[in-house]
Structure formats: C-alpha cells, structure tokens
C-alpha cells in the first residue's frame, strides 16, 4: 500500500524539501477506513500489509530523516503494528522488496511492479492503462475482492 497520493496528499514540490513534510497533514478523507478494509481483507485472505513508500527526489541528502517522518505519520495515523512499513529511497523500485497486490498512484510504480504473481492497481488515474485502475477507496476494495474470487 503505497503512502503519498493514496493516504496522504501530494505536496507542492518545495514541500518536499523541508523537514518535517511528512508529518503535516492528517490523512486523506476516508484513508482511516480504507486501512481499516485493507486489514480485514488481508485478515481475510492471508496477506501481510505492507506501507511501501518512497522518499522524494526533490531532497534526497533528507532520505533518513523523511523515513523516520514517514514511519511516524503511519503509525500516528494507523496504529503500530499495523503492518510492516518499508521506506525506499527515491531511485529504488519498489518490486524489489516485496511482492503480491501494490495500490499506488503513480503508473511507473505500477508498469514495473506487475509480473508473475504481481498485481497492482492505480488509485486515482482516470485514463485508460494495462493495468487496474480504481478512482476511489471504495472502487479498490471491490476490485481486491473481485480479484480473490477468481
């Protein structure tokens, strides 16, 4: 479960390199609940919650620093133990560290993540891709159980 743009708002460019960027804001509208379902659909099926997130570019001397806001916001925001949180540096692909469903925003995370026994699904896109997409929390809980059922 991808951070920025799924759970947490996208912030204008010059934000991203200040400290203290990720620790802001609250989540995004409904994003407690949308937590809440992905943990019972992983309860569900068998599934680890990972947060899989990276850090920006725009400041990458403040990777260490923003990782440990990042870890912070998560578990202020959801609770610890909540999953198991993995904090990339900008340039990192996300498929090498862990493996099944990704729900992200950005299309590139979701081109290289598919494959053999990968799956993802684009939250927020609205245009056309080879891969899932869903527009709202709601349309990427259907889509995970529609998945399971096939």
């Known amino acids: 479960l991808d951070v920025d743009g799924v759970l947490y708002p996208i912030l204008p460019l010059e934000e991203y390199k200040e400290i203290?960027?990720?620790?802001?804001?609250?989540?995004?509208?409904?994003?407690?609940?949308?937590?809440e379902d992905i943990r019972e659909f992983?309860?569900?099926?068998?599934?680890?919650?990972?947060?899989?997130?990276?850090?920006?570019?725009?400041?990458?001397?403040?990777?260490?620093?923003?990782?440990?806001?990042?870890?912070?916001?998560?578990?202020?925001?959801?609770?610890?133990?909540?999953?198991i949180t993995r904090v990339l540096r900008h340039n990192q692909n996300k498929r090498d560290f862990s493996s099944g469903i990704l729900i992200d925003d950005f299309g590139k995370n979701c081109m290289q993540w598919d494959g053999i026994g990968n799956i993802s699904i684009?939250?927020?896109?609205?245009?056309?891709?080879?891969?899932?997409?869903?527009?709202?929390?709601?349309?990427?809980?259907?889509?995970?159980?529609?998945?399971?059922?096939?």
């Open 20 to 35: 203290g960027c990720f620790l802001r804001y609250e989540p995004i509208y409904g994003a407690l609940k949308f937590v």
């Open 42 to 83: 992983c309860r569900r099926y068998g599934y680890q919650l990972y947060f899989l997130t990276k850090t920006c570019d725009q400041a990458p001397e403040l990777h260490y620093i923003h990782a440990w806001e990042k870890m912070q916001w998560i578990n202020d925001s959801f609770g610890t133990g909540m999953g």
């Open 122 to 150: 684009q939250f927020g896109e609205e245009k056309i891709k080879p891969w899932l997409n869903a527009k709202t929390y709601d349309d990427v809980i259907k889509i995970l159980y529609q998945l399971e059922a096939n």
